[in-house]
């Protein structure tokens, strides 16, 4: 994937935190019926936002059809030498299984060729699958990745930040802010900014996440991972950007990964290729050996 050429060299360093932009959502001015108002913008912000945040991984798990799965779409832009390339993603992922499925679509360029097919990610607890992988990969075979095994565990090697590693990234939310409502496709979402710690969400992930957001912690030379998140009256991510930063020998690039969740309690399979359908032969990985089968 292109994405992978940002990892040759020194390593990765996540971007310094945002500048922390606070919304009033009470302008001064406002005559009678404000202390409403403020208090529930006081709820939602401070330790009600912290708390908002890092539960979001929980309750995308949740229960009933209101939660559990989703309709999933992504986005991962790369920007250098005044360059931006966006690898896109559609598909749907089970958070319980925490699986799921996806196309993924690179810019015409992004392969050296003027069209590539649509890529096919499987998702899985510590492992990715991929099809129409290309670098020699024959189109009718799948490459298995370990990511717990990855430098960045996933979280954008395959041009997708699996979904529920986006939000599990959140629990190790370090400061934040509640930045306000807004409309996202029709529904109402409180949005929050803030800056989360990739080691601290580790520690806190569920366990089938855990070992890839470990290799991420370890894989970074900061844990700092500057993110906007926007929930909904239920307290669900709908929408999630993360910016990370890459150190090469160049000047360093961004990496900006945008996961989009919809279409809540939507059904999920996922069946996990067989053994013989899995290509055990080299890949070239181009520069930086990510990729190669594990």
Not at 25 to 37: L, N, V
């Amino acid at each position: 994937m292109v994405v992978q050429q940002h990892r040759a060299g020194g390593g990765a360093r996540a971007v310094c935190a945002l500048a922390v932009m606070g919304v009033m959502a009470t302008a001064a001015g406002c005559a009678g019926g404000g202390g409403g108002d403020r208090a529930a913008a006081d709820d939602r912000a401070g330790a009600g936002a912290v708390e908002a945040v890092r539960q979001a991984a929980a309750v995308l798990v949740g229960t009933g059809s209101a939660a559990g799965s989703a309709e999933v779409s992504t986005s991962m832009e790369t920007a250098s030498g005044g360059t931006r390339v966006t690898i896109r993603g559609k598909g749907t992922y089970d958070f319980r299984t925490q699986s799921g499925r996806l196309k993924v679509v690179l810019p015409q360029d992004a392969a050296g060729e003027e069209e590539h097919r649509p890529i096919t990610e499987l998702l899985a607890p510590g492992a990715l699958y991929m099809m129409n992988r290309g670098a020699g990969v024959p189109a009718d075979k799948w490459v298995r990745i370990d990511t717990t095994a990855l430098a960045d565990g996933n979280l954008v090697t395959g041009g997708v930040t699996d979904p529920m590693a986006a939000a599990e990234l959140l629990r190790g939310v370090r400061a934040v802010t509640y930045v306000g409502e807004s409309d996202l496709a029709g529904v109402t979402v409180r949005h929050y900014r803030g800056t989360a710690d990739i080691g601290r969400a580790a520690r806190q992930a569920s366990a089938a996440s855990r070992g890839a957001l470990t290799a991420a912690a370890k894989g970074f030379s900061t844990d700092a991972v500057p993110f906007d998140a926007y929930l909904d009256e239920q307290g669900r991510l709908r929408k999630v950007r993360h910016r990370f930063s890459f150190a090469n020998e160049g000047p360093d690039r961004e990496v900006v990964s945008t996961t989009l969740l919809y279409g809540f309690g939507v059904p999920v399979f996922v069946p996990l290729p067989d053994e013989r359908d899995i290509y055990t032969g080299e890949i070239d990985t181009g520069e930086s050996g990510q990729g190669r089968r594990e």
